[in-house]
Nanobody
């Protein structure tokens, strides 16, 4: 198990940028798939992006491809989400997730508390 704490959310105008961070506890962070999910008001939580344990593989939802970029620093137990060209439809609570098997094919075992991102037009 890992504990995840997100930070970096906030309010921004359309076209702006934000960088989210997710700090993980534990000494086995480098063994975990990491991902970001989001939940907009009145909608179900949706997948945003995944990164493999060594950072060599990533996979993005079509809605964010080309605008968002995920990275990780295993020495710092941290995963980042750089969000550029933000749109009002990106407004949501963003959650960091981790799993030793997959964050894509099954529901991740570990979740952060979420951080709010609000994009105004």
């Amino acid at each position: 198990q890992v504990q995840l704490v997100e930070s970096g959310g906030g309010s921004v105008q359309a076209g702006g940028s934000l960088r989210l961070s997710c700090a993980a506890s534990g000494r086995t962070f480098s063994m975990y798939d990491m991902g970001w999910f989001r939940q907009a008001p009145g909608k179900e939580r949706e997948f945003v992006v995944f990164i493999s344990p060594n950072g060599g593989r990533t996979y993005y939802a079509e809605s964010v491809k080309g605008r968002f970029s995920i990275s990780r620093d295993n020495a710092k137990n941290t995963v980042y989400l750089q969000m550029n060209s933000l749109k009002p439809e990106d407004t949501a609570v963003y959650y960091c997730a981790a799993d030793q098997v997959s964050v894509v094919v099954s529901v991740p075992s570990n979740w952060g508390q979420g951080t709010q991102v609000t994009v105004s037009s």
